[in-house]
């Protein structure tokens, strides 16, 4: 499946951003489709997921309550709202998508996604 992200820019704290991820070439529903983001210097992190009915969530402890996956299985497009946002959200933000369409106990792990989008730059200033 081929991922194409869009939404990024620049907010000030306390802001929010909506991120989209647009899939193709795939049967959209058969995939966990899953945000992470990459701070510069650091590790690409788990940021939430969604599975492919839409009926299950995770999130990253650091975005619960903040952060709003979604998913529109009819556009083949997953958002990210992101509210509450603080400096330390700066990050490029990526989608990706892994069969089976059921999270599990790797769902978290960036190393199980075989399919990325290009990244999308979020910038949060204080």
């Keep these: 499946v081929q991922l194409v992200e869009s939404g990024g820019g620049l907010a000030q704290a306390g802001g929010s951003l909506r991120l989209a991820c647009t899939a193709s070439q795939g049967t959209f529903t058969d995939y966990t489709m899953a945000w992470f983001r990459q701070a510069p210097g650091k590790d690409r992190e788990f940021v939430a997921a969604i599975n492919g009915r839409g009926r299950s969530i ?11 996956i979604s998913r529109d299985n009819a556009e083949n497009t997953v958002y990210l709202q992101m509210t509450s946002l603080r400096p330390e959200d700066t990050a490029v933000y990526y989608c990706a998508a892994r069969w089976p369409p059921d999270l599990t106990s790797q769902t978290r792990l960036a190393r199980v996604y075989n399919d990325w989008g290009q990244g999308t730059q979020v910038t949060v200033s204080s």
Excluded: L, T
């Design 58 to 68: 995770y999130y990253a402890d650091s975005v619960k309550g903040r952060f709003s």
